[in-house]
């Protein structure tokens, strides 16, 4: 239930209100990539967003988010730059604003700087995963990224409890049935390097299935020790240090 009752509210959060178009404006901010939905409220309720030049209190006010002008502290949205950021994620690290369990987040990466911007992460590392994932406040690229038309390959090296051979190899290139009953594959695989009781392995994925790799490597009763995103498209890991995180180029953003 809204918080705000009608007669608090100005002529223009009543009306929008009433109407039932557009978004309401906590979610608008979060679409937005500005703010997830509960500091977005914050914000709002804090009157620092402002509708067409007027301040609103009413975080389900609806807004129109092609056509009325939303700004933030009297900075116009259109005019907030847009942030890509790589991070090195290190192992036990969860990809989460806040955690309940209060676990250390993945926001931890980033520079004090980027702390007073939303940032979100494109996408996810579980928590025992390490290695490079995005930050930004662009959801319309962050939803181009994820989206499975983009083909957008992902690069794992990947160190399994056991050694390969060509059969353990062509199995996950030509797929399986996960639990769930969901197709999965590898799009490449290659041993790495082996030793005398395990293996690491490069792995390449281009579906967005949850935790793919360690659920087809369970399908082949192998275990995960160490599993590292070292590139997404063509964008590298390279020599960032783990738990740092850096810009995204010009180069690397036009080659996304």
């Known amino acids: ?16 209100a009433r109407s039932g178009v557009g978004l309401g404006l906590a979610r608008a901010l979060s679409k937005m990539g500005v703010a997830s939905r509960t500091a977005a409220t914050v914000l709002i309720e804090a009157g620092r967003v402002s509708v067409n030049g007027q301040v609103l209190r009413n ?25 890509y950021i ?3 994620k290190p192992r036990g690290l969860v990809t989460t604003t806040s955690d309940e369990q209060g676990r250390a987040t993945v926001y931890v990466c980033l520079s004090e700087a980027d ?17 490079l994932i ?30 390969f051979n060509e059969d353990d190899v062509a199995q996950l290139q030509h797929g ?9 594959r590898a799009e490449q695989v290659r041993v790495l390097r082996s030793g005398q009781k395990n293996c690491w392995l490069e792995i390449v994925l281009h ?7 360690r659920r087809m490597l369970a399908v082949l009763d192998t275990e995960v020790l160490r599993l590292i995103r070292v590139a997404i ?24």
């Not at 890991?237 to 080659?255: I, V, W, Y």
């Open 1 to 16: 239930m809204p918080r705000h009752n009608a007669k608090h509210l100005s002529a223009m959060e009543a009306n929008t």
């Open 134 to 163: 995005f930050f930004t406040n662009d959801t319309a690229w962050a939803q181009r990224i994820l989206h499975p038309a983009s083909h957008l390959s992902k690069t794992y090296h990947v160190q399994v409890s056991r050694l």
């Open 233 to 256: 498209g063509s964008v590298t890991l390279g020599t960032l240090p783990k738990g740092q995180s850096r810009p995204l180029t010009a180069d690397e953003l036009k080659s996304l």
């Open 176 to 184: 399986m049935m996960l639990d769930d009953g969901v197709f999965a």
């Open 59 to 83: 975080p389900e006010a609806r807004i129109n988010m092609t056509r009325d002008r939303i700004a933030l502290d009297n900075t116009p949205l259109s005019e907030i730059p847009k942030r």
């Open 115 to 131: 702390h007073h911007a939303w940032l979100a992460p494109v996408g996810r590392l579980d928590k025992a995963s390490e290695g």
């Open 207 to 213: 579906q967005g299935i949850n935790r793919q790799i």
């Open 86 to 88: 790589a991070v090195n």
